[in-house]
């Protein structure tokens, strides 16, 4: 396959030693390869660099640039274009093909950033339809930058971006092929990890500033869920049945109720914040 020397990676990491040498493995094809560290005290920066990648060590001052835009703009990538991964996430190798044939356009391209299709592993087996996460993952340093939103004493989410896209001054393109999450954890952590998020978005839904800055950020499919009464059983239709995530048999049903249970969580600590009986710090 041709070598993708137009294109950098960089992988976010933090105590990713069980997973990231199979990651790092998956882009073997790319010549510029960067791990961003958080200070992982585990084998992450010892398995990182025996995979030849470069190690850049973060650690989060408690202000923005949080972790993805600090990495965009320090991690000195050899190349404009930057493909951006979570430790558990690796391009296919369709996607690989397709970002190796996208070389020479991308040299002259005026896309600002590629949006790509996540492949989802829940509960050890990957999701082949139902409800299909997409991220803003190829971008072009100088044209896409991830917004600092007012939410450092919002609980949840610290040293990494929220849930929402990074804004692009230029068109955004979309790709075929998928990029793979590999989410090997069990469960358990998939409804911790979860429980934390929606502390976060409950925290912005009683700020309004900071509620309509963030929907200005979601896709139109996330815009339309955020507005719609009724929002978890909505979901649970919609990827279940409208998205035919039955076909994935059981985990389809537990990934779909899993998500739809998620919007009822935020839905919940809203209206507990909103009736003053809980303090959030």
């Known amino acids: 396959m041709t070598r993708i020397s137009t294109i950098s990676v960089i992988v976010?990491?933090?105590n990713e030693e069980a997973g990231l040498g199979?990651?790092?493995e998956r882009l073997k094809h790319f010549d510029d390869v960067i791990v961003v560290d958080s200070l992982s005290d585990d084998r992450t920066v010892e398995i990182a660099t025996s995979h030849g990648a470069r190690v850049v060590d973060f650690a989060w001052n408690g202000q923005y640039p949080k972790?993805?835009?600090w990495a965009l703009e320090n991690a000195g990538t050899k190349n404009k274009w930057v493909l951006l991964l979570d430790a558990d996430e690796f391009p296919s190798?369709?996607?690989v093909k397709e970002l190796a044939e996208l070389q020479p356009v991308l040299e002259s391209a005026a896309e600002g950033a590629y949006d790509i299709n996540l492949l989802y592993r829940f509960a050890g087996k990957y999701l082949r339809y139902g409800h299909v996460v997409t991220k803003r993952s190829l971008?072009?340093?100088e044209r896409a930058r991830f917004p600092v939103i007012d939410d450092l004493g919002a609980p949840g989410i610290r040293e990494v971006e929220g849930h929402y896209q990074p804004e692009v001054l230029a068109p955004i393109g979309k790709l075929g092929n998928r990029i793979v999450h590999d989410d090997r954890d069990p469960v358990s952590s998939w409804f911790a990890r979860h429980n934390r998020y929606s502390d976060w978005e409950a925290h912005l839904r009683m700020n309004?500033?900071?509620r309509k800055d963030i929907a200005s950020k979601r896709t139109l499919k996330g815009k339309f869920f955020d507005a719609v009464p009724f929002k978890p059983a909505l979901f649970f239709g919609y990827a279940y049945i409208a998205r035919a995530g039955f076909l994935d048999g059981r985990a389809g049903f537990d990934y779909a109720t899993a998500l739809a249970t998620y919007y009822w969580q935020i839905g919940v600590k809203t209206r507990e914040?909103?009736?003053g009986?809980?303090?959030v710090s």
């Open 67 to 69: 972790k993805k835009q």
């Open 139 to 141: 971008l072009h340093v």
């Open 93 to 95: 190798g369709s996607l």
């Open 277 to 279: 009986t809980v303090h």
């Open 208 to 210: 309004e500033e900071l």
């Open 22 to 24: 199979n990651t790092l």
């Open 12 to 14: 976010l990491t933090k």
């Open 273 to 275: 914040l909103s009736r």
